[in-house]
């Protein structure tokens, strides 16, 4: 019988890891191109307000790269809370209203 030789699970390592310091510069950009992380929450943690977080990407990416996440920021609701409930709501409500005309 052999023995077995111990197990260790393999390091996932992501293309773009949090940084470590929720206070710095690094941590505001990459929360601000995380899709699931609303401006509320980077409110929450940093102190910086959305506007104060455009202008750190504005001024830190390059002018391409600014556009792009602007552009992709502005079609996701999940980024601002408020947009993303509100959303869910208008999905809720024609969700409840196609079963009540699919019951009649």
Not at 42 to 49: D, V
Not at 60 to 67: A, G, N, R, V, Y
Request: without cysteine; aromatic residues 8%.
């Amino acid at each position: 019988m052999s023995t077995r030789k111990s197990f260790k699970r393999p390091i996932t390592k992501t293309s773009n890891p949090q940084p470590q310091n929720k206070k710095s510069k690094d941590w505001i950009i990459w929360a601000a191109w995380a899709d699931r992380i609303t401006f509320e929450d980077i409110k929450r943690e940093t102190g910086k307000s959305e506007a104060e977080v455009i202008k750190i990407m504005r001024s830190t990416l390059k002018s391409s790269s600014f556009k792009l996440w602007r552009r992709r920021v502005h079609a996701k609701s999940i980024k601002n809370l408020k947009k993303f409930k509100q959303k869910r709501l208008q999905i809720r409500d024609k969700s409840y209203k196609k079963s009540l005309a699919n019951d009649s």
